[in-house]
Protein backbone atom coordinates (compact mmCIF):
# COMPACT_ATOMS: atom_id res chain seq x y z
CA UNK A 1 0.00 0.00 0.00
CA UNK A 2 1.08 3.42 -0.89
CA UNK A 3 0.38 6.59 1.42
CA UNK A 4 0.07 10.32 0.30
CA UNK A 5 0.19 13.39 2.74
CA UNK A 6 -0.31 16.63 1.51
CA UNK A 7 1.42 19.69 2.92
CA UNK A 8 2.11 23.68 2.25
CA UNK A 9 -1.96 24.93 1.82
CA UNK A 10 -2.57 28.14 3.45
CA UNK A 11 -3.87 31.48 2.91
CA UNK A 12 -2.72 34.04 0.03
CA UNK A 13 -2.89 37.02 -1.77
CA UNK A 14 -4.01 37.02 -5.37
CA UNK A 15 -0.50 37.10 -7.20
CA UNK A 16 1.46 35.52 -4.74
CA UNK A 17 2.83 32.22 -4.49
CA UNK A 18 2.47 28.48 -2.55
CA UNK A 19 4.59 25.52 -2.63
CA UNK A 20 2.96 22.23 -1.91
CA UNK A 21 4.43 19.06 -1.38
CA UNK A 22 3.43 15.68 -1.75
CA UNK A 23 5.39 12.49 0.56
CA UNK A 24 4.87 9.13 -0.01
CA UNK A 25 5.23 5.95 1.97
CA UNK A 26 4.64 2.29 2.42
CA UNK A 27 4.69 0.53 -0.95
CA UNK A 28 6.24 3.81 -2.88
CA UNK A 29 8.99 2.11 -4.41
CA UNK A 30 6.13 1.21 -7.52
CA UNK A 31 5.17 4.54 -8.06
CA UNK A 32 5.78 5.80 -11.68
CA UNK A 33 3.07 8.74 -12.11
CA UNK A 34 2.60 11.52 -9.44
CA UNK A 35 0.06 14.24 -10.07
CA UNK A 36 -1.93 17.05 -8.65
CA UNK A 37 -5.97 17.38 -9.14
CA UNK A 38 -8.08 19.95 -7.32
CA UNK A 39 -11.38 20.54 -6.64
CA UNK A 40 -13.57 23.44 -5.37
CA UNK A 41 -17.02 23.26 -3.67
CA UNK A 42 -19.68 22.33 -5.98
CA UNK A 43 -17.67 21.43 -8.82
CA UNK A 44 -15.71 18.06 -10.48
CA UNK A 45 -12.27 17.06 -9.66
CA UNK A 46 -9.80 19.03 -11.68
CA UNK A 47 -6.68 17.87 -13.24
CA UNK A 48 -3.99 20.00 -12.82
CA UNK A 49 -0.65 18.92 -13.75
CA UNK A 50 1.31 15.37 -13.23
CA UNK A 51 5.08 13.98 -13.88
CA UNK A 52 6.73 10.94 -14.85
CA UNK A 53 9.51 9.77 -12.92
CA UNK A 54 11.25 7.86 -16.15
CA UNK A 55 11.55 10.67 -19.28
CA UNK A 56 11.19 13.71 -17.90
CA UNK A 57 7.51 14.19 -18.95
CA UNK A 58 5.37 16.60 -17.10
CA UNK A 59 1.31 17.65 -18.24
CA UNK A 60 -0.34 20.93 -17.41
CA UNK A 61 -3.93 22.18 -17.16
CA UNK A 62 -4.26 24.85 -19.27
CA UNK A 63 -5.68 26.82 -16.82
CA UNK A 64 -1.97 26.86 -14.64
CA UNK A 65 0.62 26.81 -17.70
CA UNK A 66 3.09 29.55 -17.25
CA UNK A 67 2.05 29.93 -13.53
CA UNK A 68 2.88 26.07 -11.80
CA UNK A 69 5.65 23.61 -11.93
CA UNK A 70 5.50 20.34 -10.96
CA UNK A 71 8.53 18.52 -9.57
CA UNK A 72 9.87 15.48 -7.88
CA UNK A 73 12.82 14.36 -5.17
CA UNK A 74 13.03 11.08 -6.01
CA UNK A 75 15.52 10.51 -3.25
CA UNK A 76 12.77 11.79 -0.86
CA UNK A 77 10.20 10.37 -2.53
CA UNK A 78 8.09 13.38 -2.79
CA UNK A 79 6.24 15.36 -5.54
CA UNK A 80 6.07 19.31 -5.14
CA UNK A 81 3.72 21.87 -6.93
CA UNK A 82 4.98 25.25 -7.28
CA UNK A 83 2.22 28.01 -7.29
CA UNK A 84 3.30 31.45 -8.76
CA UNK A 85 1.00 34.21 -9.60
CA UNK A 86 -2.36 32.72 -8.35
CA UNK A 87 -5.67 33.71 -8.57
CA UNK A 88 -8.57 33.88 -6.79
CA UNK A 89 -9.93 31.06 -9.19
CA UNK A 90 -7.21 28.91 -7.78
CA UNK A 91 -9.07 28.25 -4.64
CA UNK A 92 -9.80 24.47 -3.73
CA UNK A 93 -8.42 21.62 -2.09
CA UNK A 94 -5.57 20.29 -3.65
CA UNK A 95 -4.72 16.72 -3.83
CA UNK A 96 -1.74 14.63 -4.80
CA UNK A 97 -1.93 11.42 -6.91
CA UNK A 98 -0.08 8.18 -7.38
CA UNK A 99 -0.10 5.35 -10.32
CA UNK A 100 1.22 2.54 -10.35
CA UNK A 101 1.93 2.97 -14.35
CA UNK A 102 3.18 5.26 -16.72
CA UNK A 103 0.75 7.88 -18.29
CA UNK A 104 0.67 9.79 -21.75
CA UNK A 105 -1.55 12.63 -23.10
CA UNK A 106 -5.11 12.75 -22.12
CA UNK A 107 -4.50 9.47 -19.71
CA UNK A 108 -2.77 11.63 -17.39
CA UNK A 109 -5.68 14.24 -16.64
CA UNK A 110 -8.31 11.29 -15.77
CA UNK A 111 -8.72 11.03 -11.98
CA UNK A 112 -9.57 6.69 -12.77
CA UNK A 113 -5.65 6.77 -13.80
CA UNK A 114 -4.48 6.98 -10.24
CA UNK A 115 -4.62 4.36 -7.64
CA UNK A 116 -3.57 6.54 -4.64
CA UNK A 117 -4.89 9.40 -3.51
CA UNK A 118 -3.98 12.02 -0.45
CA UNK A 119 -6.15 13.70 2.14
CA UNK A 120 -5.56 17.29 0.74
CA UNK A 121 -4.50 20.31 1.65
CA UNK A 122 -6.76 23.67 1.40
CA UNK A 123 -5.14 26.67 -0.74
CA UNK A 124 -7.28 30.24 -0.55
CA UNK A 125 -6.31 33.06 -2.50
CA UNK A 126 -7.73 36.18 -1.46
CA UNK A 127 -8.97 39.19 -3.59
Known amino acids: QVQLVESGGGLVQAGGSLRLSCAAS????????MGWFRQAPGMEREFVAA????????YYADSVKGRFTISTDNAKNTVSLQMNNLKPEDTADFYC????????????????????WGQGTQVTVSS
Open 97 to 116: AASNDYCSGYDCWRPSTYDY
Open 26 to 33: GRSFSIYT
Open 51 to 58: ITWIGDRT
